[in-house]
């Protein structure tokens, strides 16, 4: 039987899956001072989404030589809070459950999109201040418009299907990838896909190459005019990472024109306080809820209830990250 902690929540389904396999379940939020002093080093494997960080110094403070933590799951897909190099090394399996929220991040990513190019945010706000401002929020089509997309995983290619079906011309970039969907356009220059695209899409990771990939020179790149020879503006969206968008630059390209609307779902200090990004109309966001459907939480924590099951059963998951 393993002693599991799960920090941020976990669906009741998973729960179950867990306690009828014969192990013992805590939920229970520990900070990151307590983890530093070593609460999680009286359980055997621990479960985490975003809010919990376990780098070098956490995952040294989880494991003992007679026990610790064995196991790291994340309960969603990107894992820029492990550290799984220090989990490598001391013996800490890591595994993430990459697909269980595609679907729910693919469509929150269209909604933003959606709502960026016809204004809807702006609209609502303005109904709501007593404006019937009609004539003022004229919006541009997505059909016949250039979409990049930074990354080409699971989600980019989920996006670039509803694209298509919307009439877009896809392009994307992603060094790791050698080969595309059929109708997208593969660049090997990340460069490319911001002068050839009104409309930009974040799908990658954050790491020291991609922070602040978004920034001014790319932004200035962006043409303005869509590939059906409408003046639609530049239009980017982020559901990925927090801090891959030079937040600051991207603000100063909505200030200067360049950049007609920003949406984000991440930001680069999450929870997000204040921000000269709140002062723009042409800004939306949203408070880090790609994967936050009903639908994503039961398949995230029934993926991984069987991915701690396996591992408790056979030592490490086909699917391991180390």
Aim: glycine share 10%; net charge negative; with cysteine.
């Amino acid at each position: 039987m393993g002693r599991i902690a799960v920090t941020d929540g976990m669906s009741d389904v998973a729960v179950s899956m867990l306690k009828n396999a014969g192990h013992e379940v805590v939920l229970r939020h520990h900070e990151k001072g307590e983890i530093a002093n070593g609460s999680l080093a009286a359980f055997d494997a621990v479960v985490i989404r975003s809010a919990t960080k376990l780098f070098a110094e956490e995952i040294m403070a989880s494991v003992r030589v007679d026990g610790g933590i064995r196991f790291i799951g994340r309960a969603g897909v990107g894992v820029d809070n492990i550290d799984i190099e220090a989990a490598t090394e001391h013996g800490v399996v890591v595994c993430n459950t990459p697909g269980a929220s595609t679907r729910s991040v693919v469509e929150i990513t269209i909604a933003h999109l959606l709502a960026s190019t016809r204004h809807i945010t702006t609209a609502d706000r303005s109904l709501r201040d007593g404006q019937w401002a009609k004539k003022h929020l004229r919006g541009t089509e997505i059909g016949g418009k250039r979409l990049g997309l930074i990354g080409f995983g699971r989600i980019a290619r989920g996006v670039s299907e509803i694209a298509t079906a919307f009439g877009m011309e896809v392009h994307a970039y992603d060094p790791y990838v050698s080969s595309s969907d059929v109708g997208v356009t593969m660049h090997d220059d990340v460069d490319e896909v911001f002068r050839n695209c009104t409309h930009v899409s974040i799908h990658c990771n954050l790491t020291e190459e991609t922070r602040h990939l978004v920034n001014s020179d790319r932004i200035s790149m962006m043409p303005g005019i869509g590939a059906d020879g409408t003046e639609c503006g530049n239009h980017i969206v982020s559901c990925a990472r927090g801090g891959i968008v030079d937040e600051a630059a991207a603000a100063e390209a909505l200030r200067a024109g360049q950049l007609s609307s920003l949406a984000l779902d991440v930001f680069e200090i999450e929870p997000l306080g204040e921000s000269q990004l709140l002062s723009h109309n042409s800004f939306h966001g949203s408070p880090h809820i790609a994967a936050s459907t009903s639908e994503a939480q039961a398949r995230v924590g029934t993926e991984m209830a069987t991915l701690l099951i396996e591992f408790f059963e056979t030592g490490k998951p086909s699917t391991a990250l180390n």
